[in-house]
């Protein structure tokens, strides 16, 4: 079974510019979410999507957004970048609810580098 | 909001069993604790998750005391390519809408 995909696996960008950041869940998974990894630190919430609606939002600004299709895939966009937007970004898929309500899978994230 | 606590980082070698410690005081009643694994430029992935007493799997086990303000992972017979960084994490289940914090999780290194 495929897992969670992500595209681009890295990605290269000025600041100013933007980003927009891919992600396909597993199948049969409707939740979403994404996270900011920046080196050393631990992954930071930034957004859920469940059956394509905004389920959460973490403490970012308002230049990042998202957005969940109908197939459940998922984009995560960043406006006017900044220098600090530099980092993994991941996704997690899951079941939502159920006997492990906390089990996430991820993909294997986007490296982007803000110059 | 059930803040973590753990050692930012631990040594052991292979084959011995390892015991991560992770304290969260003001644990919630609804809160479940659940710890991912991640290996360098890789995301995380689900080791195990419990609620209270004592959770094992394939992987790993997990001992919750009756107060629930800490648990410990534990990992027996370690290996080198358990060398990664183990996160635990706390909180209400992801259909509430709530987030997770993650905390800088605690870096494992084995040696031979």
């Known amino acids: 079974d495929a897992g969670v995909t992500q595209s681009p696996t890295h990605l290269i960008k000025t600041r100013g510019q933007h980003v927009t950041l891919r992600c396909s869940p597993i199948s049969g998974h409707k939740s979403v979410s994404w996270y900011q990894q920046v080196l050393g630190q631990g992954p930071q919430f930034i957004f859920q999507y469940y059956e394509k609606e905004e389920r959460g939002r973490g403490n970012f600004p308002d230049r990042f957004s998202a957005r969940q299709f109908p197939n459940y895939s998922s984009e995560l966009n960043v406006n006017a970048l900044l220098l600090g937007d530099s980092a993994l970004y991941l996704c997690a898929s899951s079941l939502d609810s159920g006997n492990i309500p906390y089990e996430q899978y991820f993909g294997p994230g986007t490296r982007l580098t803000v110059t | 909001l059930a803040k973590t606590t753990q050692p930012i980082s631990m040594d052991s070698y292979e084959g011995q069993e390892v015991n991560i410690t992770c304290s969260h005081n003001n644990i919630a009643t609804n809160d479940y604790i659940t710890w991912y694994q991640q290996f360098p430029s890789q995301g995380p992935r689900f080791i195990i998750q419990g609620y209270k007493t004592k959770v094992t799997n394939e992987v790993a086990s997990l001992f919750i005391p009756a107060d629930r303000k800490s648990s410990t992972l534990s990992l027996p017979r370690v290996s080198l390519s358990d060398t990664a960084v183990y996160y635990c994490?706390?909180?209400?289940?992801?259909?509430?809408?709530?987030?997770?914090?993650w905390g800088a999780g605690t870096k494992l290194i084995i040696k031979p």
């Open positions: 994490l706390v909180g209400p289940p992801l259909d509430s809408n709530y987030q997770l914090i």
